[in-house]
């Protein structure tokens, strides 16, 4: 059984930083990747990164977003800087058991998740 637990949310004014952790039981030197889930809206893929540390990023977060991870510790992380009230969401981690990370944005390719943790931006 593979649990992700995310931690890191809360509320923070426009222009400010939040850094996302999910901790991972196992599989986090595979493909993961952060999605939100905004009311009103589909789950969306934010950033993912695959088994050789390769990043890719949702248009909307591009230069202002950053996903990590440490495989040492286990742990996925989303560093989110200029932040605007339209990143306001919950963020969730998910992970999956594959190298590579094609078709990432579809939340359907990932077959692990964390329970989310809310952000706001006021």
């Known amino acids: 059984h593979v649990q992700l637990v995310e931690s890191g949310g809360g509320s923070v004014q426009a222009g400010g930083s939040l850094r996302l952790s999910c901790t991972v039981s196992?599989?986090?030197?595979?493909?993961m990747a952060w999605f939100r889930h905004a009311p009103g809206k589909e789950r969306e893929g934010v950033a993912t990164i695959d088994g050789n540390g390769f990043a890719e990023y949702a248009d909307s977060v591009k230069g202002r977003f950053t996903i990590s991870k440490d495989n040492i510790k286990n742990i996925l992380y989303l560093q989110m800087n200029s932040l605007k009230p339209e990143d306001a969401a919950v963020y969730y981690c998910?992970?999956?058991?594959?190298?590579?990370?094609?078709?990432?944005?579809?939340?359907?390719?990932?077959?692990?998740w964390g329970q989310g943790t809310q952000v706001t931006v006021s």
């Open positions: 998910a992970a999956d058991r594959r190298w590579r990370c094609a078709g990432w944005s579809r939340p359907s390719q990932f077959g692990h």
């Open positions: 196992k599989y986090s030197r595979y493909c």
